[in-house]
Nanobody, 133 residues
Framework: EVRLEESGGGLVQAGGSLRLSCAAS????????IAWFRQAPEKEREGVSG????????YYADSVKGRFTVSSDNAKMTVYLQMNSLKPEDTAVYYC??????????????????????????WGKGTLVTVSE
């Protein structure tokens, strides 16, 4: 059974930092990607970052570029999202999602288009990040 479990959300003041974790289990594909999405109330879901397991390539949405960093610990099958210089507009539920085949292509497509493909194979339940003024 494929499982994705997010952790690390919470309340932080503007300018602060949080690190989200996404623990993955239940699959052994090599060419997969893990992406981070977020959804604020009454807003569309946004793909903010992603990383390819096979080559480590990464993607960042313009809204987080320079502030967020995605990384992975392949031995632990855990992907992290380090979020610095947080702003109130970063407040959202953050989800990690897995794309199990063609992960490298997924990241390259996001890099080329500036948009993360939403049709992922598996999703976590999300973790809430709240950034106060």
């Amino acid at each position: 059974e494929v499982r994705l479990e997010e952790s690390g959300g919470g309340l932080v003041q503007a300018g602060g930092s949080l690190r989200l974790s996404c623990a993955a289990s239940g699959f052994t594909f090599d060419d997969y990607a893990i992406a981070w999405f977020r959804q604020a109330p009454e807003k569309e879901r946004e793909g903010v970052s992603g990383i390819s397991h096979s080559d480590g390539s990464t993607y960042y949405a313009d809204s987080v570029k320079g502030r967020f960093t995605v990384s992975s610990d392949n031995a632990k099958m855990t992907v992290y999202l380090q979020m610095n210089s947080l702003k109130p507009e970063d407040t959202a539920v953050y989800y990690c999602a897995a794309h199990l085949r063609g992960g490298r292509s997924l990241i390259r497509a996001a890099q080329a288009t500036g948009v993360m493909y939403h049709d992922m194979d598996y999703w976590g339940k999300g973790t809430l990040v709240t950034v106060s003024e």
